[in-house]
C-alpha cells in the first residue's frame, strides 16, 4: 500500500513536501514516481526516481521547483515542492515502478496511492 499525505492549500509562491509512505512491502527495489491529475484533465508525469536514489527526473514544468528524493530505510518517497504555482493545483499521486528504473508513463508505475490534493490560491 501507499499513503501519499502533505497536501494543502498553498499561496503562489509557497512550499510543500509530499509524502508517500509504504506499507505492507517494501519498494526499496523499485522506482518510484509521482503524476498529478488536474480537474478535467488527464494524469500527467511529475517526476520519478530510480530505486537507489541515484537518477531522477522531471517533467519540464517542475524542472528548478520541485525535488524528489526518497529515504529507503523509511520505506519513504518525498517532493519538495517550492514557487508553486496556481497551475500546479492539482491531486497528486504516487506510484511505485514495475522495476528499479521507471520513467513517465503511466503503465510503466504498478501500485498507486489515493492522492493528496494540493491547491494554490491567493
Known amino acids: 500500500q501507499l499513503q501519499a499525505s502533505g497536501g494543502g492549500l498553498v499561496q503562489p509562491g509557497g512550499s510543500l513536501r509530499l509524502s508517500c509512505a509504504a506499507s505492507g512491502r517494501t519498494f526499496s527495489n523499485n522506482a518510484m514516481g509521482w503524476f498529478r491529475q488536474a480537474p478535467g484533465k488527464e494524469r500527467e508525469f511529475v517526476a520519478a526516481?530510480?530505486?537507489?536514489?541515484?537518477?531522477?527526473i522531471y517533467a519540464d514544468s517542475v524542472k528548478g521547483r520541485f525535488t524528489l528524493y526518497r529515504d529507503n530505510a523509511k520505506n519513504t518517497v518525498y517532493l519538495q515542492m517550492n514557487s508553486l504555482k496556481p497551475e500546479d493545483t492539482a491531486v497528486y499521486y504516487c506510484a511505485a515502478g514495475q522495476g528499479a528504473v521507471s520513467g513517465s508513463r503511466t503503465r510503466e508505475y504498478r501500485y498507486w496511492g489515493q492522492g493528496t490534493q494540493v491547491t494554490v490560491s491567493s
Open positions: 526516481i530510480s530505486w537507489n536514489g541515484g537518477t531522477m
